[in-house]
């Protein structure tokens, strides 16, 4: 079964911190990677694409990949306390299918 | 750019009843996916529509759920008759390519 790992947290960081957050997969066939947002009591929300190994930066958001150790990170710059919330890692394998596999999400409280 | 839509927000029903959600994509996505979120975890995908062909349903429990996309444009999904273990929210997203959109999603309780 292939799954998507995340830890649950709760991620704890004070404001204007970085908070960092990770995932592991299993299926090595994965080729795109998403970051999604959830506040609570709502829907999710996307916030970073990556489809190639390292780095990609939008904001005070940066997201890597390294397919060879299966790993997606998120980076979270001079975090805010409006960025609370439970971070989704999400992977699909592309093709004509692209099933989004999630993990069970991080929650991030980013303290004032 | 209007996002997903999705009605009702909210509904409570009892054990072996049925209930029905709408969704309406973003215009011009042809792919559709419903799926399911209960508490504390990740979504997971129930049925995706390419147009209107069904592309995966694979954990679509069949003996009581079913979808429909007539005409390729809005989807309808229905649980009948419902089980405790359905109350969760039924998420539909929407894309072109690769990236999802998500819409508020329907909040079901299942007493």
């Known amino acids: 079964q292939k799954e998507v790992e995340q830890n649950s947290g709760p991620l704890s960081v004070p404001e204007g911190a970085i908070a960092s957050l990770n995932c592991t997969y299993s299926?090595?066939?994965?080729?795109?990677f998403f970051w999604y947002r959830q506040y609570s009591g709502k829907s999710p929300e996307l916030i970073m694409s990556i489809y190639s190994n390292g780095d990609k930066e939008d904001g005070r958001f940066t997201a890597q990949l390294n397919k060879a150790s299966q790993y997606v990170s998120l980076l979270i710059r001079d975090s805010q306390p409006s960025d609370s919330a439970t971070y989704l890692c999400a992977v699909t394998r592309g093709g004509s299918n692209y099933k989004l596999t999630f993990g069970k999400g991080t929650l991030l409280t980013v303290n004032p | 750019e209007a996002g997903v839509a999705q009605s009702p927000r909210y509904k409570i029903i009892e054990k072996r009843q049925s209930v029905a959600f709408w969704c309406n994509p973003i215009?011009?996505?042809?792919?559709l996916y419903w799926y399911q979120q209960i508490l504390g975890q990740g979504p997971k995908l129930l049925i995706q529509?390419?147009?209107?062909?069904?592309?995966?349903d694979s954990q679509l429990p069949k003996d009581r759920f079913s979808a429909e996309r007539l005409k390729g444009v809005d989807s309808t999904l229905k649980i009948q008759p419902a089980k405790l273990e359905d109350s969760a929210v039924y998420l539909c997203a929407s894309s072109f390519l690769v990236e999802q959109f998500f819409g508020p999603g329907t909040r079901l309780t299942v007493l």
């Open positions: 299926d090595r066939g994965s080729q795109s």
């Open positions: 529509f390419q147009n209107n062909g069904v592309v995966d």
């Open positions: 215009s011009g996505h042809a792919t």
